[in-house]
């Protein structure tokens, strides 16, 4: 069966980075660096209202030469970022953040933020799930062969 959101979110550290709107970019640059992460959710009152990537901050901010100290990150965010649930397909999500240009999609289940996976994470996780595919066939070929053969 092909691997789902659900599936990614599994392997991953359930740890959200957030900030809300009203915080400074700082902020966010701070938790990226902390957390080697390079997007952080905006969050208001339980909801997710945005998504800050390093482009947006390198791009809004650096390079216009503001100050990260200065600037809000609701001035910078993407607003209503395209999110996805536990049971989206992973080649769908791949698909999408090839369509739309995304590196990053928020998982929300029940209206919920439940956590983020990148492209990276789909990419590892297609991988494996391909690679484990490739095993079973290998090993079924040669079961199949040396029954034949005997």
């Known amino acids: 069966m092909p691997n789902?959101?659900?599936d990614c979110?599994?392997?991953k550290s359930n740890a959200l980075v957030w900030v809300s709107s009203t915080d400074y970019?700082?902020?966010v640059l701070k938790l990226m660096r902390d957390n080697l992460v390079r997007s952080v959710l905006v969050i208001d009152s339980g909801d997710l209202v945005g998504i800050v990537s390093q482009g947006d901050c390198a791009i809004k901010v650096l390079l216009p030469g503001l100050l990260a100290n200065k600037v809000l990150v609701k001035d910078v965010m993407t607003i209503n970022?395209?999110?996805v649930g536990y049971k989206d397909?992973?080649?769908d999500c791949m698909e999408l953040m090839t369509s739309k240009r995304i590196?990053?999609?928020p998982v929300l289940e029940e209206g919920k933020v439940r956590g983020v996976i990148s492209v990276?994470?789909?990419v590892k996780d297609t991988l494996e799930f391909h690679v484990r595919d490739i095993q079973f066939l290998e090993r079924y070929i040669k079961?199949?062969?040396s029954s034949v053969n005997t």
């Open 9 to 11: 979110l599994a392997n």
């Open 25 to 27: 970019v700082e902020k």
């Open 89 to 91: 397909l992973l080649s």
């Open 143 to 145: 079961a199949w062969d």
């Open 103 to 105: 590196r990053h999609l």
């Open 81 to 83: 970022p395209i999110s």
């Open 4 to 6: 789902t959101v659900k």
């Open 120 to 122: 990276g994470d789909v």
